[in-house]
């Protein structure tokens, strides 16, 4: 029997290799998308969500640039909708992790917290984890003063001051989101120039309750309980100084989820799983989506696109591999 949580089934209560045609690890644009692409094409995919269904983009407040969306569209609602449509067409949403993952057997084996699956084609579609700045202070105060999602906590910075760590996309946009909130949101940036898009940037700076440190980055986070303080060092003087702060909000990019295939599929030097042909890896049947293959683009959108790609591809290989055992029996046979 399995069990249900919100519409997903949430592991079975037996243990036991299933065997699935298509297995997605992932629940992200990517790994949805994957899922509603296999499940049109007959392939009855099974999804192994995660922990987080949606991925990072669950816990954007608002995706301006998701085609179809003119005035913009929650991280969530997009989300809700993009598994809706998956399951509409029959995928199965399984919440759970893959923890071991086997890529030198036929069918592939992938265990999980709670079962064992078998696996002719695998989609990994796991996504990216936020990079962590590796000061002191910083693992001790996470969900404590220190956060890398401000739509999942800047509820509880209201009239506070907080500081955002970043120069990009996300360290602007998460900031400006803040702003909704804090007293203040003060930028610390490494550079003296942003790499967030132009539109982003003027946003920001026309924000009245944005402030910017450049050439700066924080080297402590102070507290006793809670977060109080950073202490701040300018790296063109050297000086450092403490600041008080309430809140420390880090957006510093991503490291992608690749931990359970580095010693089986190839990875470039900064993790990302190598494929060509878009989607495709180092082993056949194994194809990847989104941006735990993806170190350029990393949108929404191309990680859907990733994820429909990498779909069609597993199909056409499933199909060879029934191809391929029809002979054989045919060959049996003769
Ligand atoms: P990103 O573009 O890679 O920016 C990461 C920022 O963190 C950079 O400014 C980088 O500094 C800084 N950084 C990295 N390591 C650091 C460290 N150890 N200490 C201090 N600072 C550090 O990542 P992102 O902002 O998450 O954006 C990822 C992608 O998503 C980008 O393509 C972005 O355009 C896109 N995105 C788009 C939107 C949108 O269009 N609305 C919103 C969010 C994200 P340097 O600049 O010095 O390297």
Redesign the pocket.
Known sequence: MDFKLGGITTGPETTGPEHTKLLILGSGPAGLTAGLYAGRAGLEPLVLTGLEIGGQVAL?HI???YPGFPEGVGGQELVDRFKAQAERFGARLVMDTATEVNLRVRPFEVKTYGNTYTADALIIATGASP?K??VPGEAEFTGRGVSYCATCDGWFFKDKDVIV??????????GLFLTRYARNVTV????D?????AL?QQRAKENPKMSFLMNT??TDILGDDQVEGVRLKDVQTGEEHERPIDGVFI????IPNTDLFKDQLEVDERGYLKVHDWVVTSIPGVFAAGEVADP????VITSAGMGAAAAIRAGHYLDELAFEAQEARQAQQD
């Open positions: 954007t995706v301006e640039n990079r700045l590796g760590v970043g120069g990009g996309d996300s360290a602007l946009e998460e610390v940036h490494r550079r120039q942003f790499r967030a898009g982003m980055v924080v957006f510093i990019g991503h350029v683009y990393r949108q």
